[in-house]
């Protein structure tokens, strides 16, 4: 019951590998590594969720976040890879409708 | 009265802990014979809930205990968590609870964002009590076909995986 980050810097753009779950207890660690990575200009943070096997509210409130973050920072954030657990909570919310979600 | 089993365990309200009441609930569920999607929904949904008191002990700067017991019946699974430390006299909490309908319970709640939303969403029924420091109460049916806030059937199709 944790969350693996790997981060992979590579030009303008970063590649966030998560594993594990997203909850009340890992996501501020979530956020420390993410929001950083969207404060610089012009980069695309692109977030691999194929090894997330749970996630909730308080996730979602880590890329809210980070999706701020862009938005003042010129840069861009991409999830990719949900599965359709995962999905569901960004369509039951609504948040599909203004994040760049790839399907798995 | 029907008679059903009940299960109670007392965790630290500290985030660490959450993941160890998911496996609890996901263990319950499945041997009541819920389908993975029902599991998965009961995870997060129970998951918010403690959120909810973890951020709010956190608050009041002292670490208290969270409270779940869960309601094993034929066909359904009844969850309250609450941050209140004394034991549950489960009959009468369920008395005295009622719908969430009071503004400022549902303001509280929704502090962390869209914990008490999701909770909504993923059980068939909600209930919110603040007389006990904050008391929610749970219901999910076996078998019920989910339905989304636009009314759309969601994994109704889906095959359980056990």
């Known amino acids: ?104 | 009265m029907k008679a059903f089993d009940f299960v109670e365990m007392r965790i630290p309200a500290k985030a660490e802990y959450v993941g160890v009441v998911r496996l609890t609930v996901s263990g319950i569920a499945s041997r009541m014979g819920f389908s993975y999607d029902d599991i998965e929904d009961l995870k997060i949904a129970i998951s918010e809930a403690i959120t909810n008191t973890v951020e709010h002990a956190y608050n009041d700067k002292v670490i208290g205990e969270v409270h779940i017991g869960f309601g094993i019946y034929d066909n359904r699974l009844e969850i309250i968590v609450s941050d209140h430390g004394e034991s549950f006299k489960f009959e009468d909490i369920k008395e005295k609870i009622g719908p969430y309908e009071s503004l400022e319970s549902i303001m509280t709640l929704r502090e962390g964002g869209f914990g008490l939303f999701l909770i909504d969403a993923l059980m068939d029924k909600v209930e919110i009590n603040n007389d006990y420091g904050v008391l929610v109460l749970m219901t999910k049916y076996k078998n019920e076909t989910e339905v989304d806030d636009d009314g759309n059937e969601i994994s109704a199709t889906s095959v359980s995986l056990d």
Do not use: W
């Open chain 1, 1 to 104: 019951m944790n969350l693996s980050i790997d981060v992979l810097e590579k030009d303008n753009c970063s590649t966030v590998r998560l594993s594990g779950e997203i909850d009340v207890y890992t996501a501020n660690k979530l956020k420390t590594r993410l929001i950083p990575l969207t404060e610089r200009e012009g980069t695309v943070v692109e977030v691999d969720f194929s090894q997330v096997r749970y996630m909730d509210s308080t996730g979602l409130g880590v890329f809210i976040g980070a999706l701020k973050s862009t938005k003042k920072h010129s840069s861009h954030l991409k999830l990719t890879h949900l599965n359709r657990r995962v999905l569901r909570l960004f369509k039951i919310t609504g948040l599909n409708e203004i994040m760049d979600i790839e399907e798995r």
